[in-house]
């Protein structure tokens, strides 16, 4: 019998590699009813009918010579319920062009937070912290609040377009609860941390040593009970920065990612504000220059399995470190400008082999849109740029950005400088949309352990994936230039004569929600009106 339940067609789009866009023009994939992708080949490939399809020829089954009929229809898809439809997904209504891009991954979210989304970013970050983020997050012991909170979050991130998402909860136990129930619900996949503190916290948000470790342990036995094969819902261990965590619940928390393999999350080398804190917190460690990735990693915590976000204050040895643990660092573009005092070195990491996913880090930045992460990165790393040649030009140094994105030498003349934070980059590698994009998706799945499962749009993966009306991006906003590529190299009979590529980058600069019309994850459609 064939494989396929479901078989989808149209251009797909996704970035296996760092820095290039891997288009596909009417191609089809055939996915089965575990939501795994059986086959992904062009459309003339395909045996098909005037009215329908017949086996779909390409799935192990048919291939070794079984198979059955696969139907044409264009009724909204049940996923409770197998059958075999043919779903065209090439146009929206009017013809419009759409493409199939895998869905988003946020590396760092902190869930209960969205509650202020927008607002509050008046203060440096512990004091945010204090004013802001600790009252919302305890207030969440109500569970019908928390409920309220959770479920809209979950949709809001779904009709965003993440379909997989690392989330921070608070530190009580059935609240978090709460959350993982959200996401399992309504087909989030998610990692979901209890958050753990006891330390240097408000009196009312703060936790025994004891408590954290046994009410960490205890969720992790939740969620491996609620999804048992960790296919949409996983635990996190979540120390939620060294400032707030004790020696011995840090290392507690290690024992316990060692003994259930879970995954780890935290927030490293932030902002200046926390660098002094942790140095503080250890006066005679280290010569008082204390620092967060060794201490991590003295507690079972630096990982290939460990997340780590914003990393801004790291240094050039701490970053080695990191890579050497395959640890990822986490970048949060706007929440960095509002409070990390700098920006992520993103073209200098990528060029010496550390793993980055991409957050959107609610409600340190405002949104939680990936599409704006996604903005941000490159907004941010242009920022770092000219930052860089404006202290080579008062050292002495020339520094071209041109030979920089294009990854040549770029330092000529001058004495140079030491230190990560304020070095001169020899050479680092370009860092634009498509890096972003890939960051968004198969880079976010890798961070998190899921490189295999998701992020691109191949065989052995799961149907994560996105339909976006490109066009509509470009009738509401292109300059009416008819023609303007027809004729030259790469150019199509798009609208204003653009390639799909054009299309598509106009859509992750400029789009939102109003243009991804449907979402799937692991093979269920979670969000989005079928038929299109």
């Known amino acids: 019998m064939c494989q396929c339940v479901y078989i989808y067609h149209g251009s797909f789009v996704d970035a296996p590699v760092a820095g290039d866009l891997r288009i596909r023009e009417d191609h089809v994939a055939g996915v089965d009813a575990r939501g795994t992708i059986v086959f992904v080949v062009a459309a003339s490939e395909l045996k098909a009918s005037a009215d329908g399809l017949s086996r779909c020829g390409h799935c192990a089954a048919c291939v070794t010579g079984g198979g059955s009929e696969v139907a044409s229809g264009s009724g909204a898809i049940d996923a409770s319920r197998p059958r075999r439809v043919h779903v065209r997904l090439a146009t929206a209504r009017g013809g419009e062009k759409c493409v199939l891009c895998p869905g988003f991954v946020d590396g760092h979210i902190h869930a209960p937070?969205?509650?202020?989304?927008?607002?509050?970013?008046?203060?440096?970050?512990?004091?945010?912290?204090?004013?802001?983020?600790?009252?919302?997050?305890?207030?969440?012991?109500?569970?019908?609040?928390?409920?309220?909170?959770?479920?809209?979050?979950?949709?809001?991130?779904?009709?965003?377009?993440?379909?997989?998402?690392?989330?921070?909860?608070?530190?009580?136990?059935?609240?978090?609860?709460?959350?993982?129930?959200?996401?399992?619900?309504?087909?989030?996949?998610?990692?979901?941390?209890?958050?753990?503190?006891?330390?240097?916290?408000?009196?009312?948000?703060?936790?025994?040593?004891?408590?954290?470790?046994?009410?960490?342990?205890?969720?992790?036995?939740?969620?491996?009970?609620?999804?048992?094969?960790a296919?949409?819902?996983?635990?996190?261990?979540?120390?939620?920065?060294?400032?707030?965590?004790?020696?011995?619940?840090?290392?507690?928390?290690?024992?316990l990612a060692a003994e259930h393999g879970c995954l780890i999350q935290s927030h490293i080398s932030e902002s200046d504000d926390e660098v002094a804190f942790v140095r503080a917190l250890f006066p005679h460690r280290d010569g008082g220059d204390a620092r967060d990735a060794p201490i991590f990693d003295e507690c079972g915590l630096l990982t290939g399995r460990s997340v780590f976000a914003h990393g801004v204050q790291l240094r050039e040895d701490e970053c080695d470190l990191l890579r050497a643990r395959g640890a990822t660092i986490g970048h949060c573009p706007l929440s960095n400008f509002h409070f990390a005092n700098g920006t992520l070195a993103t073209s200098e990491l990528l060029a010496r082999g550390n793993r980055l996913c991409l957050g959107s880090d609610v409600a340190a930045s405002a949104t939680v849109s990936l599409l704006n992460s996604q903005q941000h990165a490159v907004t941010s790393h242009k920022a770092r740029l000219g930052l860089l040649k404006l202290r080579a030009t008062r050292q002495g140094d020339v520094l071209d950005l041109a030979a920089l994105e294009s990854g040549e030498r770029t330092r000529h003349g001058g004495s140079g400088s030491g230190g990560w934070a304020g070095s001169l980059p020899e050479r680092a590698r370009p860092f634009n949309w498509k890096h972003a994009f890939h960051m968004a998706t198969q880079g976010g799945a890798e961070g998190l352990s899921l490189g295999d499962s998701i992020g691109t749009i191949d065989v052995g993966k799961q149907w994560d994936v996105l339909q976006v009306n490109v066009d509509a991006v470009s009738r509401r906003h292109a300059v009416p230039v008819p023609d303007r590529r027809r004729g030259q190299p790469g150019g199509d009979d798009g609208p204003f004569g653009q390639t799909l590529e054009d299309r598509f980058q106009a859509f992750l600069n400029l789009g939102g929600d109003r243009e991804i019309m449907n979402v799937w994850v692991d093979g269920r459609h979670v969000s989005g009106t079928i038929p299109v």
């Open 113 to 229: 937070q969205v509650q202020y989304a927008g607002t509050a970013l008046d203060l440096p970050l512990l004091r945010w912290l204090d004013r802001y983020a600790f009252p919302a997050e305890a207030g969440l012991q109500d569970l019908t609040l928390a409920e309220c909170v959770y479920g809209s979050l979950v949709e809001l991130l779904l009709r965003n377009g993440t379909t997989t998402a690392l989330l921070f909860a608070t530190i009580h136990l059935e609240p978090t609860k709460v959350l993982a129930d959200a996401c399992l619900g309504r087909g989030l996949r998610a990692l979901v941390g209890k958050v753990c503190i006891d330390q240097h916290a408000p009196a009312f948000y703060c936790e025994s040593t004891e408590q954290s470790l046994a009410d960490t342990r205890a969720f992790i036995e939740y969620v491996r009970a609620r999804s048992p094969d």
């Open 231 to 255: 296919r949409l819902l996983q635990p996190v261990v979540t120390p939620r920065f060294i400032p707030t965590c004790s020696l011995d619940l840090l290392r507690g928390l290690g024992r």
